[in-house]
C-alpha cells in the first residue's frame, strides 16, 4: 500500500534512535581527542630515523649518510650532510653519518620510497598525525634531533616489519662476527705460521657492536597489535 | 486575553496573573500598550529560545536517527572541559552567525536584500499571535484567527521571490521560482486540509477549535479531531503539507544544501541568513502549533486525571512531540524531485483533501445518529478515507511498480 | 481613529503613486502589493476583519505572485527605456481610456450616498453571520463562483496530470 515504505523507514530510524542508547556496536563515532582508534599497522605518515639507544640517539643512528634516500625523494625534502669520521655501523662496520639530517615536512608528501631504497633500514615511516604548527619554516623543519627514534619506537608501531628488520640485521651482524672470527682466525693462523717473522698484528675486533642487541627489547613477532579498529578508551 | 481566568490551579492562571501584575505598574493611559508588549515578549522570549533549542535538538535528533551523537561538545565557554552534552550549541552558532561579514553582491537591489530576511521573519512571527498556547492564553482574540494565519504565512512566500530577485543571480531567482511553485503548491492542500475542522466545529476562531475538542468518552477517549475518521486523515495532510510549507525533509527542495546552494538564499551570508533560517524554524512551529491545535486537541490534557498539569504544559508538549515528528520524518526520508513534489500536491493530496472535505460535511451532518447508526457513521466514514487513498495510491503508482537497483544490493 | 485612516491612506496612495513613476517593474509590482496590503489595513480599520485577511491571503499572496512572475516572463530586457507613446493617436486611446476608467470609478464614489454622521458604532459582523449570509440571499453568486473556481481546480489538476506523449519515451 501507499506509504508502507514510508512506515518502515520510520521504524528503522526508530530503531536506531531506541538503539543508539543501549547498543554500544551501533555508534561508531570515536570521540576524537579523547578516544582514539588504533592505526592500521601500515599506516604512515613522515619519515623517522632509527636509532638503536634511546639515550644516544645520535650516536647510534643506522643511517650512513649514502643519500641515497635524498637522492630518491621525489619532492626533495631531505637534506643531508655526511660526516669526516667514521663510526661502526648496527653490523659493527665503520660507517659515516649524517652530520646534518634534516627532512621539511611540510614538503614531504609521505610516499615512503626513502623508507624503501633505504639499504641500513635506518629511514622508517612513522606514525604522526598531529603536526600541526604556527611556522611553516621552521616548526616543520626536523632536523636529525627530532626525526631519531629509538628501535623500541619502531617496533610499537611497526611490530611485524620491526621484527623482519631485526632479525635481518641480526642475520648480518651474526654473518660479519662469523666472518670476522674467520678472519680473525685465519689471522691467527696467518700469525701463527708467521709469528716468528711479525708477532702481533691486530686482526678486526671480533666483537660486535653491544648496542644492537642490548636496545632491541622489541616484542615477539607473535605479540601483534589485534588489527580490528576498535575504539582505545 | 482580556478575560483573566478565575477558575484553575495557580500555575493554570500563572502567566496571566504575572502579566498582569506587571501592568499596572504602568499608569493608566499606557497600559493596553504594556498589555501586548508583554505579550509580544513573552511570545518573542519563549519561541525564541524554543527555536535555539529546536536547532540543538535537531541535530541531535538526526545524529541519533543516523546512530551518531550529534553536538555534544559546546559548553561553557570560560569553563574548560564543560559540555553541558552541547546544550549551549545554538548560542555558539549564533555567536558565529552575527560575526561573520555580511556580504552583499555588488549588482544586488540592497534594499530588497536587506527587506527579505526581515520581512520573512516578521510575517512567520505574526503567525503566533492566533495560536491558543493555554486556556485563555491566546495573544490576539480573532473571529477570523485561521484566515489570519494562512494570510500570515502566504506573504511569506513575497519575501522568498524578494531574497531571490534581489540577490541579481540566475541561480537565486530559479530557486526562488521553484520555491514560490513548491509553497504555493502545498497551500492548496494545507488549507483544504484544515477546512474540514471548520466545517464540523463551525468556527474560523482558533481559540474555539481548541475549546471544541475538550472532553471525554469514557472518561479516557478525548474528543482530539484526529480521533475521527476525517480529522485522523487531515492530520495526515496536513503534516506532508505542512512539512513541504516550511521547506522541511523530505521537500526541502528550495534550499537542498546538498545540491543546491540554499537555493534562494545563495547571496546570503551571516546574520541574513541566520535570519532566514530562523524564519523556517519560526513557520515550521506555528504550522506544528496550528497542527496542535485544530487536530490534537490544542491546549486540552489527553485524560481527564491530567488536567491538574496546567494547559500550556500540555500546548508544548504536543508541540515538541510535533516537532519531534518533523525531525524524525527528516530524519528518514529522501529528498523529492520537483516533480515527485508537485505531482504529490496536485494529483494525489488535493483530490484527498477535497474528498476528506464531503467525509467532513458527512460527519457533520450524521452526528445526530446514536446507537448501532453511530458504527455506520464510523464505518462510511472510515471507507471514504481509506478506499480513496488506496484507489488514487494504486492508481497513481499504475506502470510505477517498486523500484529495482541495479547496482545497489537489498 | 482618523490618524490612522490618514496614515492608511497615505500608504495606500503613496505606494500606488510611487509604483507609477517608478521605472523598474518589479520594484512597481513590490509598490502594488504593498498598496494591496494598505487595503487590507483599510478593511481592518473598518472592521471587516474577514475581508482584511482575505485581502491578504489572496491579493498579497497569490495574485502578487502572478503579477511578479507575469512581470518577469514577459520582461524584455533590464534596461527598461522610458515607453513614449508612439503616435498620437495612441496616447489619445490610452487617455480615452484611463480617463473612463477613473470617471466611472469617481462618478461612483461621488453616486454612493455616504451618511456620514449616522454612523454609528461599526457593526460587528462574526464570520458565522457572513456564512450565513453568503449561503442565504447571496446563495446563488456564492455557488456560481463555486463552481468556476471548483471547474479551475479541476483543470489545474487535470493539466497537471496529463502525462505528455514524448515523456513515456524516453525511459529513465
Not at chain 1, 95 to 105: H, M, N, R, S
Request: proline share 6%; hydrophobic share 50%.
Amino acid at each position: 500500500m501507499l506509504g508502507s515504505g514510508i512506515l518502515k523507514g520510520l521504524a528503522v530510524t526508530a530503531k536506531n534512535f531506541v538503539g543508539s542508547y543501549h547498543d554500544p556496536a551501533r555508534m561508531v563515532t570515536v570521540q576524537y581527542p579523547e578516544e582514539r582508534s588504533k592505526l592500521p599497522e601500515n599506516y604512515r605518515s613522515f619519515p623517522l630515523l632509527v636509532c638503536e639507544d634511546a639515550a644516544d640517539p645520535m650516536g647510534t643512528l643506522r643511517c650512513v649518510a649514502c643519500q641515497i634516500c635524498e637522492k630518491e625523494c621525489p619532492p626533495q625534502c631531505i637534506y643531508i650532510e655526511k660526516s669526516k669520521d667514521k663510526k661502526p655501523d648496527a653490523t659493527g662496520k665503520p660507517q659515516l653519518y649524517p652530520t646534518v639530517f634534516a627532512i621539511d615536512t611540510s614538503v614531504c608528501m609521505g610516499c615512503g620510497i626513502c623508507a624503501e631504497v633505504c639499504p641500513f633500514d635506518s629511514i622508517k615511516m612513522d606514525q604522526v598525525f598531529e603536526v600541526a604548527a604556527t611556522d611553516r619554516f621552521t616548526e616543520l623543519l626536523l632536523n636529525r634531533e627530532q626525526l631519531a627514534k629509538p628501535n623500541s619506537y619502531y617496533h610499537s608501531i611497526h611490530p611485524t616489519e620491526a621484527a623482519e628488520v631485526d632479525a635481518r640485521l641480526a642475520a648480518a651482524r651474526l654473518a660479519a662476527e662469523e666472518k670476522a672470527k674467520a678472519a680473525a682466525a685465519a689471522a691467527a693462523a696467518k700469525a701463527a705460521a708467521a709469528a716468528t717473522a711479525k708477532p702481533a698484528a691486530p686482526a678486526q675486533p671480533p666483537s660486535a657492536p653491544p648496542t644492537a642487541s642490548a636496545s632491541s627489547t622489541a616484542p615477539a613477532p607473535g605479540a601483534e597489535a589485534p588489527k580490528s579498529y576498535s575504539r582505545v578508551s | 486575553m482580556s478575560v483573566t481566568a478565575e477558575a484553575g490551579t495557580f500555575l493554570e492562571r500563572a502567566p496571566l496573573v504575572l502579566r498582569d501584575a506587571v501592568v499596572q505598574w504602568f499608569p493608566a493611559p499606557l497600559q493596553w500598550l504594556a498589555h501586548h508588549l508583554i505579550t509580544i515578549v513573552a511570545i518573542l522570549a519563549v519561541f525564541g529560545v524554543f527555536f535555539a533549542f529546536t536547532t540543538v535538538a535537531e541535530r541531535k535528533l538526526l545524529g541519533r536517527l543516523q546512530n551518531r551523537l550529534g553536538p555534544n561538545r559546546a559548553g561553557l565557554p570560560w569553563i574548560k572541559g564543560s559540555k553541558l552534552f552541547g546544550l549551549t550549541q545554538p548560542f555558539a552558532d549564533a555567536v558565529k552567525a552575527l560575526t561573520k561579514e555580511d556580504i552583499v553582491p555588488a549588482a544586488a537591489d540592497k534594499l530588497l536584500h536587506f527587506l527579505a530576511p526581515v520581512l520573512v521573519v516578521a510575517f512567520s512571527l505574526m503567525t503566533f499571535a492566533v495560536l491558543p498556547f493555554g486556556r485563555n492564553l491566546i495573544p490576539v482574540e480573532l473571529d477570523a484567527a485561521l484566515l489570519y494565519f494562512f494570510a500570515a504565512g502566504s506573504a511569506t512566500e513575497l519575501a522568498i521571490f524578494m531574497a531571490g530577485w534581489a540577490s541579481r543571480n540566475k541561480y537565486s531567482l530559479l530557486a526562488a521560482m521553484r520555491a514560490l511553485a513548491q509553497v504555493i503548491s502545498y497551500e492548496l492542500p494545507l488549507m483544504l486540509s484544515v477546512v474540514p475542522v471548520v466545517l464540523v466545529v463551525g468556527s474560523l476562531s482558533t481559540s474555539e477549535i481548541a475549546l471544541a475538542q475538550g472532553g471525554w468518552t469514557f472518561g479516557f477517549l478525548p474528543h482530539w479531531h484526529v480521533f475521527t475518521p476525517w480529522g485522523f486523515f487531515g492530520f495526515l495532510l496536513f503534516l506532508v503539507a505542512a512539512l513541504a510549507e516550511s521547506n522541511r525533509a523530505p521537500f526541502d527542495l528550495p534550499e537542498a544544501e546538498s545540491e543546491l546552494i540554499a537555493g534562494h538564499l545563495t547571496e546570503y551570508s551571516g546574520f541574513k541568513y541566520a535570519l532566514f533560517f530562523m524564519a523556517e524554524y519560526f513557520g515550521l512551529t506555528a504550522l506544528s502549533g496550528l497542527g496542535v491545535t485544530l487536530f490534537l486537541g490544542g491546549w486540552q490534557a489527553p485524560f481527564a486525571f491530567l488536567e491538574f498539569i496546567p494547559s500550556y504544559a500540555w500546548f508544548m508538549l504536543k508541540l515538541i512531540g510535533m516537532i519531534g515528528f518533523f525531525i524524525w520524518a527528516r530524519g528518514t526520508l529522501l529528498r523529492l524531485r520537483i516533480d515527485q513534489l508537485t505531482r504529490l500536491a496536485w494529483q494525489f493530496m488535493v483530490p484527498l483533501a477535497l474528498i476528506n472535505l464531503g467525509n467532513a460535511a458527512f460527519w457533520a451532518l450524521t452526528s445526530g445518529w446514536s446507537g448501532p447508526l453511530q458504527f455506520v457513521r464510523w464505518g462510511v466514514s472510515i471507507a471514504l478515507v481509506v478506499g480513496p487513498f488506496i484507489l488514487l495510491g494504486r492508481g497513481l503508482n499504475g506502470g510505477r511498480g517498486p523500484r529495482t537497483y541495479r547496482y545497489a544490493t537489498s | 481613529m482618523n490618524l490612522a485612516l490618514i496614515l492608511i491612506s497615505v500608504l495606500i496612495l503613496g505606494s500606488a503613486a510611487v509604483a507609477l513613476a517608478l521605472r523598474n517593474l518589479i520594484h512597481s509590482a513590490l509598490l502594488f502589493v504593498g498598496c494591496w496590503a494598505g487595503i487590507a489595513a483599510f478593511y481592518l480599520w473598518a472592521g471587516a476583519e474577514f475581508v482584511a485577511f482575505a485581502q491578504v491571503l489572496i491579493y498579497v499572496g497569490a495574485v502578487s505572485m502572478v503579477v511578479l512572475f507575469a512581470v518577469l516572463l514577459t520582461r524584455q530586457s533590464d534596461a527598461a527605456e522610458p515607453m513614449n507613446p508612439d503616435s498620437f493617436s495612441r496616447f489619445m486611446r490610452a487617455l480615452v481610456a484611463g480617463g473612463g476608467v477613473a470617471g466611472i470609478l469617481v462618478g461612483a464614489i461621488l453616486g454612493t450616498p455616504m451618511d456620514v454622521s449616522t454612523a454609528g458604532p461599526a457593526p460587528t459582523l462574526t464570520v458565522k453571520e457572513i456564512g450565513g449570509q453568503l449561503m442565504g440571499p447571496h446563495a446563488a453568486a456564492l455557488l456560481i463562483v463555486g463552481l468556476l473556481l471548483t471547474v479551475a481546480l479541476l483543470g489545474a489538476v487535470v493539466i497537471a496530470a496529463v502525462d505528455r506523449p514524448e515523456k513515456s519515451e524516453d525511459a529513465s
